[in-house]
Structure formats: structure tokens, C-alpha cells
């Protein structure tokens, strides 16, 4: 061989090895990476009617803030089913949904510490804020966001949701989010949290978005500040509007919080047996009893019931002084004006829980075996469970399960 000849050799394995080996490397593992990300996913409406369909998806781009997590729960929130239907804004079709996503972090990025490959981790409503980071867009200022700086996330403006969102960061570039109905889940290590190790990922699941929402709600009302949270409520008297995924769960908050006196209120006689063993000691069937003969008996009502209509029934309820939180996502909520000023009744809203409140409620639940009542479906029957969901038979939580 010429030294010309081997010179030339030299000079395509030093190009090899140097520049093209490094380029395959790359797109040899964004394919091994990307390629385990399956989910059910969502082509149109129809989709809510179970017609979601199987297939992959591309994930946001790896960032060294990120987490992998290979899905083994996932718990089925109503909310799954108005963004199916695209009835909470337009929805970004395709999609994934699911939002109590629990699994195995597989992958954890370099600047990532709390969490470890091999950990039991869960992720709720939310997978992203602008965290005051530096925004795609120049012209923008998120330095000072309010809400991050304070520990709200869950109030930032640019909050994203785990599915039907987009991801901030400069790097993601505007990705979408992509929910649990699926194998795996990439999102920012920021909202990714450590399961205790009391809870099982079964239970786990709902406690991530169902179980933080009404903890965070629960939170905003203290009656005593120096007390922890099992004193939380104490010689309060509590009504809960909705036995159903929240509402149970927040009948079991509430009793783990010192609440004095526990009143759930649904349409239907035949919870009241559910009620009594998940530790109200009262229950309204609106269906068939006059609400009206329990006026002025509340100091708290949590209402986790998303359908439009009047709540002056309901405010009634509460004494003078009361408060009325909101936690269904309703269109059209209607009242009495002068019940409220009268009665000097508080309304507001609560949306789902900030970072630390979800680390919060963990502990709490872990602490006060708080355990949601859940029936397990396999990951491959996601649509036949959707259409159980809508049709009411969910007592309380449909958790799906990967077989790993």
C-alpha cells in the first residue's frame, strides 16, 4: 500500500471514529430510546367511545433534568374522558391520556438527584412549568414567575398538564405531552415524585392527581396552624358533594385530618354502605332526601362533582361563615347571591396540587393508611375500561397495569 493510500486510509477512520461513529451512536440509541415508547393513543372524538388505538409516539427531547419511567400503574381520572373529547379546549390530537402514572425510573438524567434508577416514582395532572428557566422566545420574561418562585406550580400561567400539554424548556421545543396509557413516560425530574415505600403502585396510582387534588383543597382550611396535618381540621364539620374518585378519597383525608364530623352527599341511596366504611358518619342521597332539613350544619364543603347547575341547595348547608371549594371543573356554576353575602359564605377553587403538596400528601397517606378503592385492568383493556368508566361502574378507581 502507498503512503498516499494509507495516509487516505487514516484520515476515513479517524473521520469514522471521530465524527460518523459518534452520529450512528446517537441515532442508534434515539431509536433503541425512542422506540419503547407505546401507547394507546387518541386519533379523534372518538377515542372516548373506546376506540383508542396502539402505537408509538415520540417522546420531548432528552433533557439532563429528565426521567424515563417504565409504566407499570396507571389510574383513570374523569378528566381523561373530557379531553377525549376535546370538551375542555381543543384537544391536540393525537394524544396519550392518563395522569396517575406510577412505575420504574429507568433512566435518570445527570442532573437529576432525588430520584435513582431502580426507584418507585410516580407523576400526577402536572409535568411541566416555565420554572422562571430561560424562554424559547427571547422577547419573553420568566424570571419572576410568581407562582414558581412561592412553590405554586400548579398556578404558573405556562403550567403544562401530562397530556394535551406542551413542554417549556428550550431544548423540548414545544413537545407535546403524552399521558400513561402507555409503556413508558419522559418528563422534567421537577414534577416526578418518590413512592413511600407503605403504599402499593395500585394505590398509589389515583393518590397522584385524585388524592393530591382534595389534599390541596382539604389544606387551604386550618383551624389549628400549630398543629400537624392529622389536627388539620379539627372540630370542623365537612361535607363531601360526590362519592366517586375524589370524593372518596377526600372523606379519608378528611377523617385522617381531625374532622369532627364527616357528611357525604350524592344522588344515589346505595352508597351509603361505601360512605359508613370509608369513614363518613353521615350520609344525603339528593335523590330521595330534602337537603334542606341539614341547613347551617357545615363548616366546609369540598365539591368534586363537574356537572353544570345550582349549588344554593348546597350553601345552605354551611353556617354563616362557611367555605364552598370547587374542585370539578364546571362550566356554569349558579347561586342564591343573597345566601352568599347573608351567610357570609366563601367560594372558591382549588386545582390539582403544587410539588410539594404532592410530596406532602404521599407522606400523609403512607402515615395514615389512606388507600383508594381500585380495581385493577390490564394496560390492553384500556378501552373496554374507559366505556365501564362512562358508564358509572368504577367503585372507585380503574387502575391500569402494565405485565412487566
Known amino acids: 500500500m502507498s503512503e498516499r493510500s494509507s495516509s487516505s486510509l487514516v484520515q476515513i477512520l479517524c473521520l469514522f471514529r471521530y465524527r460518523l461513529r459518534p452520529i450512528l451512536i446517537e441515532a442508534m440509541n434515539h431509536w433503541q430510546e425512542n422506540g419503547k415508547f407505546k401507547g394507546w393513543l387518541a386519533l379523534d372524538k372518538n377515542a372516548a367511545a373506546g376506540q383508542m388505538e396502539w402505537g408509538g409516539f415520540e417522546p420531548k427531547p432528552w433533557e439532563k433534568t429528565d426521567i424515563d419511567i417504565k409504566i407499570t400503574h396507571c389510574g383513570m381520572c374523569g378528566s381523561d374522558m373530557h379531553v377525549l373529547r376535546s370538551e375542555w379546549g381543543p384537544t391536540s390530537y393525537p394524544l396519550v391520556v392518563g395522569h396517575e402514572i406510577v412505575g420504574i425510573a429507568e433512566r435518570v438524567g445527570t442532573d437529576v438527584h432525588h430520584i435513582r434508577v431502580g426507584d418507585r416514582v410516580g407523576v400526577g395532572a402536572q409535568s411541566d412549568a416555565c420554572l422562571c428557566r430561560k424562554p424559547p422566545a427571547v422577547a419573553q420574561d420568566w424570571s419572576s414567575c410568581e407562582a414558581?418562585?412561592?412553590?405554586?406550580?400548579?398556578r404558573c400561567p405556562r403550567a403544562s398538564m401530562s397530556y394535551n400539554g406542551v413542554f417549556h424548556s428550550a431544548a423540548a421545543d414545544g413537545a407535546k405531552t403524552m399521558g400513561g396509557y402507555a409503556s413508558y413516560h419522559r418528563c422534567p425530574s421537577h414534577f416526578v415524585f418518590k413512592i413511600p415505600n407503605a403504599i402499593s403502585s395500585e394505590h398509589a396510582a389515583p393518590l397522584m392527581c385524585a388524592g393530591a387534588t382534595v389534599?390541596?383543597?382539604l389544606g387551604r382550611v386550618r383551624t389549628d396552624p400549630t398543629g400537624g396535618m392529622g389536627q388539620h381540621l379539627r372540630g370542623l364539620r365537612v361535607g363531601v358533594i360526590g362519592v366517586g374518585g375524589l370524593g372518596h378519597l377526600a372523606i379519608q383525608f378528611a377523617r385522617a385530618m381531625g374532622a369532627e364530623h364527616l357528611m357525604a352527599i350524592s344522588r344515589k341511596v346505595d352508597k351509603l354502605g361505601d360512605v359508613l366504611e370509608l369513614g363518613a358518619h353521615s350520609y344525603i342521597a339528593t335523590d330521595g332526601e330534602d337537603v334542606g332539613t341539614q341547613e347551617n350544619d357545615?363548616?366546609?364543603?369540598?365539591?368534586?362533582i363537574a356537572a353544570d347547575g345550582t349549588i344554593t341547595k348546597h350553601l345552605r348547608l354551611l353556617k354563616p361563615g362557611g367555605r364552598y371549594i370547587v374542585l370539578g371543573m364546571q362550566d356554569a356554576v349558579l347561586f342564591d347571591g343573597k345566601v352568599l353575602v347573608v351567610k357570609e359564605i366563601g367560594i372558591m377553587g382549588s386545582l390539582i396540587a403544587s410539588p410539594s403538596e404532592v410530596r406532602n400528601m404521599l407522606?400523609?397517606?403512607?402515615?395514615?393508611?389512606?388507600?383508594?378503592?381500585?380495581?385493577v385492568r390490564q394496560m390492553s383493556q384500556a378501552n373496554s375500561a374507559l366505556e365501564d368508566m362512562e358508564a358509572g361502574k368504577a367503585r372507585y378507581r380503574y387502575v391500569l397495569c402494565n405485565n412487566t
Open 148 to 154: 414558581c418562585v412561592t412553590g405554586h406550580e400548579n
Open 215 to 217: 389534599y390541596s383543597a
Open 298 to 304: 357545615l363548616d366546609l364543603i369540598i365539591s368534586t
Open 363 to 375: 407522606q400523609f397517606a403512607a402515615e395514615h393508611c389512606i388507600k383508594p378503592w381500585v380495581e
